[in-house]
């Protein structure tokens, strides 16, 4: 079966540290990965793709994430975290072929504080 | 600014009573997605349309219908809401299926059921 695991339900870091939020991901086939972020009564915002090419990916407001075909992982970082950066955030796999619906993550919940 | 606008964001109706949630794009995207989010859970799909194309997923209960009239509104019909039913419906948009698309969310109608 396909899944994503995102094994943290809560991360938290200081203001000015850098953050990762972790994403490891199970599917048959090439995959798309994704990232999204949901502040409190809001919708998923779009952050960040890999779909081939450069290893590393960069995204909007500073993050960027690591594709690693070996460790089937796609993690989230940014250098120096921010208190506004404090939302959920979700992973989502498509694959290349067959399936085109996102399979989520459960989300992990990063608080930032100052 | 092109966007996907859901109305209303709160929405309160009473058991059994139904209720009708819009979703508008000025994206011009072929794809408009219905999801179901739960207390900071992972959005559920409940079912797309591809152009006119309507894609409902096995899971989703027969009491949920949607219609979309024209590229840019889509309806959620929820025609008997029970309690269970009170969350998080999201609207997203795509240009394509797969690919690598990202799709792009409304902020949500928060649905309570009396």
């Known amino acids: 079966a396909q899944s994503v695991a995102q094994p943290e339900d809560q991360v938290n870091v200081a203001e000015g540290n850098p953050l990762t939020v972790k994403c490891t991901y199970s599917?048959?086939?090439?995959?798309?990965l994704f990232w999204y972020v949901q502040y409190p009564n809001r919708g998923l915002q779009f952050l960040l793709k890999?779909?081939?090419?450069?290893?590393l990916v960069k995204g909007s407001y500073g993050f960027e994430a690591e594709f690693n075909k070996s460790q089937t992982s796609f993690h989230l970082k940014k250098p120096s975290a921010l208190v506004s950066d404090s939302a959920l955030y979700f992973c989502?796999?498509?694959?290349?072929?067959?399936?085109?619906?996102?399979?989520f993550g459960t989300g992990t919940r990063l608080k930032v504080l100052a | 600014d092109a966007m996907v606008i859901q109305n209303p964001r709160y929405q309160v109706t009473q058991f059994g009573k139904p209720v009708t949630l819009s979703c508008s794009q000025t994206?011009?995207?072929?794809?408009m997605y219905w999801y179901q989010q739960k207390s900071s859970q992972a959005p559920k799909l409940l079912f797309h349309?591809?152009?006119?194309?309507?894609?409902n997923e096995a899971d989703t209960p027969d009491n949920f219908q949607s219609r979309r009239p024209n590229t840019s509104f889509c309806f959620l019909d929820i025609r008997s809401p029970g309690l269970g039913d009170a969350a998080m419906y999201l609207c997203?948009?795509?240009?394509?299926?797969?690919?690598?698309?990202?799709?792009?969310f409304g902020d949500g109608t928060r649905l309570s059921i009396l």
């Open positions: 997203a948009t795509s240009r394509d299926r797969g690919l690598g698309q990202p799709q792009h």
């Open positions: 890999y779909i081939t090419g450069d290893n």
């Open positions: 349309y591809y152009d006119k194309d309507f894609n």
């Open positions: 994206l011009n995207h072929n794809v």
């Open positions: 989502a796999v498509t694959l290349t072929s067959g399936t085109y619906k996102y399979i």
């Open positions: 599917v048959s086939g090439n995959p798309y």
